[in-house]
């Protein structure tokens, strides 16, 4: 087998898995071993990966698509067809940022080093890796990046799933119709008294617009968490709301839908990210695009603009005295 840079990231494991394909065992460079590996030692090993993956890129456990092996040298992967290898060129490099690869061709991928062992974790540092990002398919498409907005010490970080339409061409979240509608549930006639402008940040899951407004994939996803990771762990708010069930999923490592989910306080619990105990309580609710879709959707949204404000009046006194002659 030639020689291969690893690295801690999803797409570096899904690397590995292409170079075992190109170069089953045993090879001629091992003539005289006798190495073959079952189909569990396989699935132990992909386990392994991406466990110490997950813990160098974050901390955050990832859902994973479920991996096919077979006893003989042949490998399936579901996870290796469904991401697109698109990284940054290293110098000793085979296949260029984005290009298609030929059959049979090796991969060598190192480890962007901006992305996942930062040295500045500033909200502009972060903005500015995000900026010339190229660790998933999603680069292809966008106009803009959209890391993010809002103050540096928010009381409410607001997570949504990705940019649409017009967050890509202006670079900015939820400026849309749906953005405007996620400003007036955040404020709500100053019964609940949050804006981005004083208090709140607003960010999505993956910083680049999915072609069609479709939902960010699981891939897409994987590669692009460790920004908003570092978001978080440099805002350090004090309530995340969760907006629709990507964002809501991700940070809560559940499959259930926002249906179920929605209105319930939670734990972020983000232990192994935040380099010690550091929890944030989470409330997911519906994503203003469904609000605006479904009428019906207003009143539970209302309980949770209610349950949100009565949170944050126990973990700020600040705002509880702002509120307190505010009747809700
Ligand atoms: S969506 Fe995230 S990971 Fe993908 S290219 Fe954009 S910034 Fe990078």
New binding site residues.
């Given amino acids: 087998m030639p020689p291969c840079v690893i690295g801690a990231d999803p797409k570096t494991i899904t690397s590995l898995f292409h170079i075992m394909d190109q170069h089953p065992l045993p090879s001629p460079a091992l003539t005289g071993f006798n190495i073959t590996m079952t189909a569990q030692e396989k699935a132990a090993m992909a386990a392994f990966l991406d466990l110490s993956s997950d813990y160098l890129t974050g901390g955050y456990k990832r859902t994973r698509e479920e991996y096919s092996f077979n006893d003989d040298l042949t490998f399936t992967s579901s996870l290796r067809a469904s991401v697109p290898l698109?990284e940054e060129n290293p110098k000793n490099a085979t296949v260029s940022p984005c290009e298609e690869k030929p059959e049979n061709t090796p991969v060598y991928v190192k480890m962007p080093p901006t992305c996942d062992d930062p040295t500045d974790d500033s909200l502009e540092a972060i903005a500015a890796e995000?900026a010339s990002?190229?660790?998933?398919?999603?680069?292809k498409t966008?106009t803009n990046?959209v890391p993010g907005e809002g103050v540096t010490k928010p009381l409410v970080m607001v997570i949504g799933e990705?940019p649409g339409e017009d967050e890509d061409r202006s670079g900015r979240p939820f400026v849309g119709r749906a953005g405007q509608l996620l400003d007036r549930m955040l404020d709500s006639k100053g019964k609940i008294g949050l804006s981005r402008n004083t208090n709140c940040y607003i960010a999505n899951t993956?910083?680049?617009r999915p072609p069609g407004n479709r939902n960010?994939q699981p891939d897409?996803i994987s590669?692009?968490v460790p920004?908003l990771t570092r978001q978080i762990k440099t805002l350090r708010p004090k309530i995340i709301l969760t907006v629709g069930n990507p964002s809501t999923q991700t940070l809560l490592d559940r499959t259930e839908g926002i249906t179920k989910l929605r209105g319930s306080l939670t734990v972020f619990r983000g232990t192994l990210m935040m380099d010690g105990d550091f929890n944030i309580p989470l409330l997911p609710t519906f994503h203003p695009s469904a609000v605006r879709r479904e009428e019906s959707l207003k009143a539970p949204v209302w309980e949770d603009m209610k349950t949100l404000r009565r949170k944050l009046c126990e973990l700020d006194a600040e705002y509880a005295a702002r509120m307190a002659d505010i009747p809700l």
């Fill in positions: 698109c995000i990002c190229k660790r998933c398919g999603l680069c966008r990046t990705g993956v910083k680049c960010p897409e590669a692009c920004f």
